[in-house]
């Protein structure tokens, strides 16, 4: 298995809702990474899990709550978001060292 | 915060033309990778070159790293129809500290 599998695909929420992104992966990768993606943008890193320790955390507003519940599972927990928070939210994998990462497809989140 | 800067930001060209892309950054790296994103959904991984190397090659794609300028350039030769999509360069800083930051990217259109 080479891939990084993210549900669901489209997801539109509500202000007051709360709702969560999930990641998979069984390539063995002990990093796992959550980044967002404006339209005609780059993607912006979020958050970095290393040994499923959050390692990096990129100033995100709290209302975005990552998790890692095991080696190959990451979730991203979302609660009281803004329209500006309507984006592409990719996951992403890789080894530790000198590797590319493997994205998922990615979740489009529209927030009303 | 973007570390990198890609030029051309959009480049228009006729099947069977090579096309160069080029990426610069602002502090020193441990490698710098390059990916394809179609139609905004996951990027996929095309070739990593770490900061101790010059050149390498990976079937039709050619990528230079040149330290000293904190330049990389990206060269698609004999280009398809289907390498239309936006590419990007990432960078590793120094240290692995497992942030991958993207640069703003380049549009490619290949027309058949």
């Known amino acids: 298995d080479t891939e990084v599998t993210q549900t669901p695909k489209h997801l539109v929420m509500g202000m007051t809702n709360k709702k969560s992104l999930k990641c998979e992966q069984h390539?063995?990768?002990?990093?796992m990474y959550w980044y967002k993606q404006k339209a005609k943008k780059p993607p912006e890193l979020m958050f970095v899990y290393s040994y499923e320790k959050l390692s990096i955390n990129e100033s995100v507003p709290s209302r975005f709550s990552p998790e890692c519940p095991n080696s190959s599972l990451l979730n991203l927990h979302l609660h009281a978001l803004q329209p500006e928070d309507s984006a592409l939210y990719l996951c992403a994998s890789s080894p530790l060292g000198d590797y590319g990462y493997t994205f998922g497809s990615g979740t489009r989140l529209t927030v009303v | 915060s973007q570390q990198g800067e890609e030029d051309p930001q959009a480049l228009s060209i006729q099947e069977g033309e090579n096309a160069t892309m080029n990426c610069s950054y602002k502090?020193?790296?441990?490698?710098l990778q390059w990916y394809r994103q179609n139609s905004g959904r996951g990027l996929v991984h095309l070739i990593l070159i770490r900061s101790n190397e010059r050149e390498k090659h990976s079937g039709r794609l050619r990528v230079t790293l040149d330290t000293s300028k904190k330049s990389s350039s990206l060269l698609i030769t004999a280009s398809r129809a289907a390498d239309t999509a936006s590419y990007f360069c990432?960078?590793?800083?120094?240290?692995?500290?497992?942030?991958?930051?993207f640069g703003q990217g380049t549009t490619l259109q290949v027309k058949p």
């Open positions: 502090t020193s790296i441990n490698n």
């Open positions: 390539m063995g990768h002990r990093a």
């Open positions: 990432a960078t590793d800083g120094a240290g692995n500290t497992g942030k991958l930051i």
